[in-house]
């Protein structure tokens, strides 16, 4: 199993900058690919970014210049800088993290609890 500890959510006027982060712990063999994905109210949770364990990235369209993926793999962390924030932004935030099982037989894709990010005047 993963447990997430996820942090750096909250209230940020529009144009400026937040970074989450989001440590993984727990029983496993490795931990692959890691990204984040996002849910406003009322609407399906969506993909915002992710990154491999090769340090390959991709971006949802309406972040690419503003947000950055990035990971430190001896620390199972990875993290989000979220800069020029809109209010579109403004959804809660989950880490989430392929990881393969200590028998090495499965890879499974784990979440964390989400941490808030809201972009208002």
Same mark, same amino acid.
């Given at each position: 199993?993963?447990?997430f @500890?996820e942090? /750096?959510? /909250?209230?940020?006027?529009?144009?400026?900058?937040?970074?989450?982060?989001?440590?993984?712990? /727990?029983?496993?063999?490795?931990?692959?690919?890691?990204?984040?994905?996002?849910? !406003?109210?009322?609407?399906?949770?969506?993909?915002?970014a992710?990154?491999?364990?090769?340090?390959?990235?991709?971006?949802?369209?309406? @972040?690419? /210049?503003?947000?950055?993926i990035?990971?430190? *793999?001896?620390?199972?962390?990875?993290? #989000?800088? #979220?800069?020029? #924030?809109?209010?579109?932004?403004?959804? @809660?935030?989950?880490?989430? !993290? *392929?990881?393969?099982t200590?028998?090495?037989?499965?890879?499974?894709?784990s979440?964390?609890r989400?941490?808030? @990010?809201?972009?208002?005047?």
């Amino acid at each position: 199993q993963v447990q997430f @500890v996820e942090s /750096g959510g /909250g209230l940020v006027q529009p144009g400026g900058s937040l970074r989450l982060s989001c440590s993984a712990s /727990g029983t496993f063999f490795a931990i692959h690919a890691m990204g984040w994905y996002r849910q !406003a109210p009322g609407k399906q949770r969506e993909a915002v970014a992710s990154i491999t364990s090769d340090g390959v990235t991709s971006y949802e369209d309406s @972040v690419k /210049g503003r947000f950055t993926i990035s990971r430190a *793999d001896a620390k199972n962390t990875v993290y #989000l800088q #979220l800069n020029s #924030l809109k209010p579109e932004d403004t959804a @809660v935030y989950y880490c989430s !993290a *392929d990881w393969e099982t200590t028998t090495r037989t499965t890879t499974l894709r784990s979440w964390g609890r989400g941490t808030q @990010v809201t972009v208002r005047g």
